[in-house]
C-alpha cells in the first residue's frame, strides 16, 4: 500500500531548531517527488516546496526559500523539512505529498505533524 | 503567481442535493493542471479530481470536474452526508503551486 506516515506532534520554543521527517512506503521513493505543504491553525494550505530523492533537485516556493530546508536519505526512504530557528508564525500543520513529476497533482498525503512553536 | 479565488465561501446545502463549487484562476492554468482536494475536520485533504476532469482512485462517480483556462467547477451530483467538507482546488501548472481558499460544504 502506497504510504506517507510522519513524525509524530512537536512542541518547541521560538528560535530552536527542528527537522520533521515523512517514511515513504509502497513505492520506489527514489522516483517521485515529495511536497510538503503548511496548513496554519484555522487557514488554508500552502505549497512550501518539493524534492526528487533521487538526484536531491529540490525547489522551494519563494515565501519559503531560506526559511526551511528539504532533504531526503533514500536509504530509508525519507524525507524531511527542516528548520534553523524557529517562530511562533511556524506554528501549523506540516503535510507531506507525493509527486508523479514535478508539475503533478499531491497524492497521497501525510497524515500531517502538528509543530507548536511558544514561549 | 497564480491567484485562485473560489466561489461561494460556504455552500449550505441538504443530503441529496447537488453541489457545484466554482474555482477561477488569475491567468490560465496549463494544461487545465488543475486538482481538487476534499478536507474533513482533524484529516489530511485527499485527491478528488486532477487534471481537471480525471476523478482519483476509488473516488465516488458523484464527483465531476469540468473547465479549463481559467474558470473550472466540482459538482457533486448528489450529496451523501459523507461530503460534508472543505474543498480546495490547486493549480501544479505553474510554480509556485497555489491552493484556492477553499469551500465549506455544510449541512443546510
Known amino acids: 500500500e502506497l504510504q506517507l506516515v510522519q513524525s509524530g506532534a512537536e512542541v518547541k520554543k521560538p528560535g530552536e531548531s527542528l527537522k520533521i521527517s515523512c517514511k515513504a512506503s509502497?513505492?520506489?521513493?527514489?522516483?517521485?517527488?515529495i511536497g510538503w505543504v503548511r496548513q496554519m491553525p484555522g487557514k488554508g494550505l500552502e505549497w512550501m516546496g518539493i524534492i526528487y530523492p533521487g538526484d536531491s533537485d529540490t525547489r522551494y516556493s519563494p515565501s519559503f526559500q531560506g526559511q526551511v530546508t528539504l532533504s531526503a536519505d533514500m536509504s530509508i526512504s525519507t524525507a524531511y523539512l527542516q528548520w534553523r530557528s524557529l517562530k511562533a508564525s511556524d506554528t501549523a500543520i506540516y503535510y507531506c505529498?507525493?509527486?508523479?513529476?514535478?508539475?503533478?497533482?499531491?497524492?497521497?498525503w501525510g497524515q500531517g505533524t502538528l509543530v507548536t512553536v511558544s514561549s | 503567481e497564480i491567484v485562485l479565488t473560489q466561489s461561494p465561501g460556504t455552500l449550505s446545502l441538504s443530503p441529496g442535493e447537488r453541489a457545484t463549487l466554482s474555482c477561477r484562476a488569475s491567468q490560465s492554468v496549463s494544461s487545465n493542471y488543475l486538482a481538487w482536494y476534499q478536507q474533513k475536520p482533524g484529516q489530511a485533504p485527499r485527491l478528488l479530481i486532477y487534471?481537471?476532469?480525471s476523478r482519483a482512485t476509488g473516488i465516488p462517480d458523484r464527483f465531476s470536474g469540468s473547465g479549463s483556462g481559467t474558470d473550472f467547477t466540482l459538482t457533486i451530483s448528489r450529496l451523501e452526508p459523507e461530503d460534508f467538507a472543505v474543498y480546495y482546488c490547486?493549480?501544479?501548472?505553474?510554480?509556485?503551486?497555489?491552493f484556492g481558499p477553499g469551500t465549506k460544504v455544510d449541512i443546510k
Open positions: 487534471g481537471a476532469s
Open positions: 505529498v507525493r509527486q508523479e513529476w514535478a508539475y503533478s497533482w499531491f497524492d497521497p
Open positions: 490547486q493549480q501544479y501548472g505553474r510554480s509556485p503551486f497555489t
Open positions: 509502497g513505492y520506489r521513493f527514489s522516483n517521485y517527488w
